[in-house]
């Protein structure tokens, strides 16, 4: 081995979960009426409107629920506002089957994020200001017919819950169910590495699944 297993900590996690897929209703799952969602026809009337105006299909894109637009100056070019766009393609989203809803992110930012589970997660994938410019989220277990497995999802439990691994000396054994968040890793590691952060943190130390004394100063 390169290290001494004594001194080396593993923290495993994932950037997201996987809903089931919405041909398959097992029922372990409420997913009956999921459906592959095709957007499709909306999109396609959005690209002959703008081009028709000057607006090249290159200027935007639509991945996963979210439209972006790379390139600014062709609409500005045209006379073409993208707030007055976005806010039409989202009432278009809400047309299709199985679409639960379609923000601009400029109104996702003045949600109420303690409550609106939707918009807080959506403004922490994307910054306001950038980008992407209209999160649409689909009805839980429904997909994008783009993705032809398992993708981002949605900003649901489902997609958003997934297990966090500790491992390495300091490391209490054992299965822990209450929630965390991918925050609380830094001041746990930093707890278990007897170090003191140099900057306020915004998670909390994970003291179960830290051995009692497991603060070490090892060199």
């Known amino acids: 081995m390169l290290r001494d297993p004594r001194r080396v900590t593993v923290v495993l996690t994932a950037d997201h979960g996987m809903s089931p897929m919405p041909e398959v209703h097992s029922g372990r799952f409420a997913n009956e009426g999921a459906s592959r969602v095709d957007a499709g026809a909306v999109l396609a009337a959005l690209d002959t409107a703008l081009r028709a105006r000057g607006v090249p299909p290159a200027a935007w894109n639509f991945e996963a629920g979210v439209w972006f637009v790379l390139d600014r100056a062709p609409f500005t070019r045209a006379g073409v506002s993208v707030d007055s766009v976005a806010r039409a393609l989202a009432s278009r989203m809400l047309t299709i089957t199985n679409v639960a809803r379609s923000d601009l992110f400029a109104d996702l930012a003045k949600a109420d994020t303690t409550r609106d589970q939707l918009a807080r997660r959506w403004l922490h994938m994307f910054a306001t200001g950038g980008e992407a410019i209209l999160a649409t989220s689909l009805k839980p277990y429904s997909l994008w017919w783009t993705t032809p497995n398992a993708g981002h999802g949605m900003p649901y439990d489902d997609d958003a819950h997934v297990p966090l691994i500790f491992w390495g000396q300091g490391v209490r054994p054992g299965r822990y169910t209450q929630p965390v968040r991918t925050v609380d890793i830094a001041p746990t590691l930093a707890r ?28």
């Open 192 to 219: 278990l590495l007897g170090v003191t952060p140099t900057e306020r943190l915004d998670g909390r130390v994970l003291s179960p699944v830290l051995r009692a004394g497991a603060s070490a100063r090892r060199r």
